[in-house]
């Protein structure tokens, strides 16, 4: 059970590409979320999904899009990447809502040039 | 917005010494939940500890336990006999019922010194 995995685990691509960072979990969880760690902002919430076919932003979503088709998966991507989208991508699942706990994932290191 | 501080970029600690890191809040939600994670060099996220607001009992998991003041909007974590293990970023973090209302701290860069 390999329970949260991202893929890439590191990624370099150049401004403008479009770029595409897999998340699969095998829990079943309902929601899952993508996370930016940048220094001196800790984490910040990008986007998240509350079951299949669900999304909402989050605090940061500008030059973001996600998908949820399967309740495994939780790809986000980036359409057209900056120089300022460089940063560690975070993704997490919970089982149910509020005060369940959130997994993480290993994170993805993407480098924008 | 919700708000959460970590004010210690970086703590150091004697092997098997206690050390206490702390976070504040800022919140006009009655009910929430507050997480310490802790992530170290290999980056993966992990969680320490958690603590539901409505509960006025701290905390404990093992080594790890915390001081929850409410009023204060107050919650350190209080690492106990420190092990070179501990060495990692710790980080606060607030979530507000519903999901989609979770928020980091800064971090606290914490070194256990053998």
């Known amino acids: 059970d390999a329970g949260i995995t991202q893929s890439p685990r590191y990624k370099i691509t150049e401004t403008g590409r479009q770029v595409t960072l897999m998340c699969h979990q095998t829990?079943?969880?309902?929601?899952m979320f993508w996370y930016r760690q940048d220094l001196g902002h800790g984490l910040r919430l990008i986007y998240y999904s509350a079951a299949a076919d669900i999304t909402d932003k989050g605090e940061v979503p500008d030059g973001y899009v996600v998908s949820r088709s399967k309740t495994e998966n939780f790809p986000l991507t980036l359409e057209s990447a900056t120089r300022s989208q460089t940063s560690v991508y975070f993704c997490?699942?919970?089982?149910?809502?509020?005060?369940?706990?959130?997994?993480f994932g290993p994170g993805t290191r993407l480098l924008v040039l | 917005a919700q708000t959460v501080t970590q004010s210690q970029p970086e703590m150091s600690v004697q092997e098997a010494e206690t050390v206490t890191l702390s976070c504040t809040y800022d919140t006009s939600e009655n009910n929430y939940y507050l997480f310490w994670y802790k992530q170290p060099p290999s980056r993966q996220m992990i969680l320490v500890i958690r603590q539901e607001a409505y509960k006025q009992q701290n905390a404990t998991e093992n080594r790890f336990s915390v001081n929850f003041q409410k009023a204060a909007k107050s919650f350190s974590l209080k690492i106990s006999d420190s092990q070179l293990g501990d060495t990692a970023m710790y980080f606060c973090?607030?979530?507000?019922?519903?999901?989609?209302?979770?928020?980091f701290g800064t971090g606290t860069s914490l070194t256990v010194i053998p």
């Open positions: 829990w079943s969880h309902s929601y």
């Open positions: 973090a607030f979530m507000k019922p519903g999901g989609n209302q979770f928020y």
């Open positions: 997490a699942s919970s089982l149910g809502t509020s005060w369940e706990t959130q997994y």
